[in-house]
């Protein structure tokens, strides 16, 4: 083991240079005039005290993933509105820390985690739930809907834009709820789904106002004539939502902007021309959120937090789901296992993990709770491509080559070997190194960082295969010092 130690010291870190660049942005930025304007008129004498926050560094905030622990929050300032959620000192370089690849938190923004707090008033069911992100991509609002769910649920995430499901799979990936499904479609696309969901959230595109603090790009892509057009786009969102959510449903609307097109004015078109009822959140005064007429709005100089907008409705009328599920997973031209190959996958499963397997035309098995099997069907039948089921693994003979998504899977067997590694090690397993294991068993192992997995190894005895995904690993430089 001696022969893979290394001490690493960062070079050229790419969230520290990031970071140096914004801090001399930012103190040196003018905000478009319109938008200061605007924004004057929305605070009135507040406005300074906006402006000046404006150019202050933005809060670093984490929320823990409840179902994978790992992170040590001790001592940490706790985010008001979410239970997991928690404000760092400073901004690490989170590439180098395993439990991150882990899947152990996600590095969010601490406005919007009260949608938290949101569903918890206003859906107080435990019942299972079908879920909807209409507009998911990174993920971020996903793998807390995953984490807040009640159980049985099921969660579909939605990205339109193709280039940003990759990082929305690989997120809710690490994440590792198997009861969370992605897929890729115009909001349209959905329309034999009406009535079909508990719950659609849609974390709106929009003009960014309230990230101007975090990401000078949205600064410079400002313009009166982008507010109008990301308003018009959130209708056209918004008008296709409405339809999905099933009677006595949840729309929950949010964007990170403070104008009142984007925000306020779109939720009274809700309440006015979708006839949604609109409903009150009770938010403790000390939590420094405002109520606007319909939604809520968070602002950096009166919280811990960036500029988030967020307004709930019910579906009080609506038309019930009246879909026919598929017979099988027909769009990805799948076949059933073969029962010794389903026997097989059981051994790699946890014991409470009843799973139903298919294959694809490549050989993949992709699995789902069989208690969602139904719900999948109708989704089958219903989208023009199906959804993504999550992968376990393809097989080679009687052997499985397991699939990443399984490693980081909170279905899988906690028996299955694994050897620990420590930061340094797991460094060099997530920069896909080849790692020395002369006293690990032969086989397939788990590579672990504080008993959270990262991924497989082949140990063959005079080596170890490193079955990383080449999309995963640690791009970053990390010198040897
Ligand atoms: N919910 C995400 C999270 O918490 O990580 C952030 C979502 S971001 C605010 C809005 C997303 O909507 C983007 O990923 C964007 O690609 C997507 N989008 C852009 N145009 C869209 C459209 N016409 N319909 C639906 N989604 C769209």
Same mark, same amino acid.
């Given at each position: ?321 009246? @879909?026919?599920?598929? #017979?099988? %997973?027909?769009?990805? /031209?799948? !076949?059933? $296992? ?5 026997? =097989? ?40 491509? @199906?959804?993504?089921? #999550?992968? %376990?693994?393809?097989? /080679?003979? !009687?052997? $499985? ?5 399984? =490693? ?74």
């Amino acid at each position: 083991m001696a022969q893979n130690r290394a001490i690493f010291t960062l070079k050229n870190g790419r969230d520290a240079a990031r970071r140096t660049a914004r801090t001399t942005y930012y103190l040196t930025v003018n905000l478009p005039p319109a938008f200061s304007a605007s924004m004057q008129t929305q605070l009135g004498a507040d406005f300074s005290l906006f402006e000046k926050t404006l150019a202050t560094e933005p809060p670093v905030s984490i929320r823990l993933n409840p179902a994978k622990r790992g992170y040590d929050a001790a001592g940490l300032a706790p985010v008001p509105w979410h239970p997991e959620g928690y404000y760092l000192p400073e901004r690490p370089v989170f590439t180098l820390d395993p439990v991150f690849h882990a899947g152990g938190y996600y590095v969010q923004e601490a406005s919007s985690m009260v949608l938290h707090e949101v569903l918890d008033q206003c859906v107080p069911s435990k019942y299972p739930l079908r879920v909807l992100d209409l507009c998911a991509a990174p993920g971020g609002k996903s793998t807390l809907l995953a984490s807040w769910m009640p159980e049985g649920s099921l969660l579909l995430a939605n990205e339109v834009i193709r280039s940003r499901v990759t990082v929305l799979k690989e997120n809710l990936e690490r994440w590792g709820s198997p009861d969370t499904f992605t897929c890729s479609y115009d909001p349209e696309a959905f329309s034999k789904l009406n009535g079909f969901f508990d719950l659609v959230l849609v974390d709106a595109p929009c003009s960014g106002e309230g990230l101007f603090r975090k990401d000078p790009d949205a600064i410079q892509e400002w313009s009166p004539e982008h507010v109008q057009l990301c308003s018009a786009r959130q209708r056209r969102i918004l008008a296709a939502a409405v339809k999905l959510v099933a009677p006595g449903g949840m729309l929950l609307y949010s964007t990170c902007t403070y104008n009142e097109l984007e925000n306020d004015q779109n939720a009274q078109w809700l309440a006015e021309n979708q006839k949604l009822t609109h409903l009150d959140i009770d938010l403790p005064t000390e939590w420094g959120i405002n109520a606007r007429d319909y939604g809520y709005q968070c602002y950096p100089h009166h919280l811990r937090g960036e500029g988030f907008y967020f307004a709930a409705f019910r579906q009080t009328r609506g038309v019930p789901f009246s @879909g026919k599920p598929a #017979r099988y %997973m027909d769009k990805l /031209k799948s !076949k059933s $296992l073969h029962k010794r190959e389903e026997a =097989a996958l059981a051994d790699w499963l946890d014991e409470d993990a009843d799973f139903f397997f298919v294959q694809r035309p490549d050989d993949t098995v992709l699995g789902a709770p069989r208690h969602l099997k139904e719900d999948l069907l109708f989704l089958d039948a219903a989208l023009p491509q @199906g959804v993504w089921l #999550r992968e %376990m693994g393809a097989f /080679k003979g !009687k052997d $499985l080559i397991p699939a990443q998504d399984l =490693a980081m899977s909170t279905a899988i067997s906690a028996d299955l070997p694994a050897v620990e590694l420590d930061r340094e090690m797991s460094l060099l397993f997530l920069k896909k190194e080849s790692i020395l294991l002369p006293e690990a068993p032969k086989g397939w192992l788990l590579a672990q960082h504080r008993g959270l997995n990262l991924g497989w190894m082949k140990n063959l005895g005079n080596r170890v295969n490193n079955y990383l995904p080449k999309d995963w690993r640690i791009r970053m430089e990390i010198r040897e010092g």
